[in-house]
């Protein structure tokens, strides 16, 4: 008995979200997506604000990681990563005393991604930057399911979070998560192999649980 398998392929973004502001913002503020991106990066990231305002300019999104109290600056760009997107995320990160910088792009162009392990390696242990791309697959007719791929992120980002947490009380839910992604980070550290995507992150996740 053969048996009929579909072909994963890869959907164009813009076909997906036309807009990064009413479209991509809108969809990565809701509950069950912010979720997925907080999975990807190891945080829980809560107190969701669109459009915040910094001076003259806004932001796309604000928000909280639950564990630590501390800002979480995210700007989408639904294009390939530039000088203008590079300059804004400073900018709004220093405005809204973010502490954790998510910087989604279509593609990371490599200066760019060199540029924010540059940023990681030569600012302080209370920042860290996440270079991410956002990409989409679907199978034959299905509807596109979303991705996330960590392209540059702090070594030594899960580490400090488990150090800022030993002088934090936690509700049992903000345990049970620190605890996975303290194991997590251990099988990391033994397999010596840098994860780069949502599938790899699921695949560990089954195996921790």
């Known amino acids: 008995m053969s048996i009929s398998l579909g072909k994963l392929k890869e959907v164009n973004i813009r076909d997906v979200w036309q807009h990064e502001q009413y479209d991509f913002s809108k969809w990565l503020s809701l509950p069950e997506n912010i979720q997925e991106l907080s999975d990807t990066i190891g945080l829980s990231l809560t107190d969701v604000e669109t459009e915040k305002f910094v001076g003259g300019y806004r932001c796309d999104i604000i928000c909280k990681d639950e564990i630590t109290g501390k800002n979480v600056l995210i700007e989408n760009q639904l294009e390939p990563s530039n000088h203008d997107h590079l300059g804004k995320i400073i900018t709004y990160a220093s405005g809204l005393d973010a502490a954790v910088v998510v910087w989604i792009v279509q593609e990371a162009r490599e200066e760019h991604a060199s540029a924010i392990e540059w940023l990681n390696k030569h600012t302080g242990d209370d920042l860290a930057f996440f270079l991410i791309e956002i990409h989409a697959f679907s199978i034959g007719d299905s509807k596109p399911a979303p991705q996330f791929r960590i392209i540059q992120q702090p070594n030594e980002?899960?580490?400090?979070?488990?150090?800022?947490?030993?002088?934090?009380?936690?509700?049992?839910?903000?345990?049970?998560?620190?605890?996975?992604?303290?194991?997590?980070?251990?099988?990391?550290?033994?397999?010596?192999?840098?994860?780069?995507?949502?599938?790899?992150?699921?695949?560990?996740?089954?195996?921790?649980?």
């Open 157 to 209: 980002f899960a580490k400090m979070v488990k150090e800022i947490s030993k002088n934090t009380d936690l509700n049992e839910s903000q345990t049970y998560r620190l605890e996975f992604w303290n194991m997590f980070n251990n099988v990391i550290d033994e397999r010596d192999k840098p994860l780069t995507n949502t599938n790899h992150l699921q695949i560990i996740g089954i195996q921790l649980l």
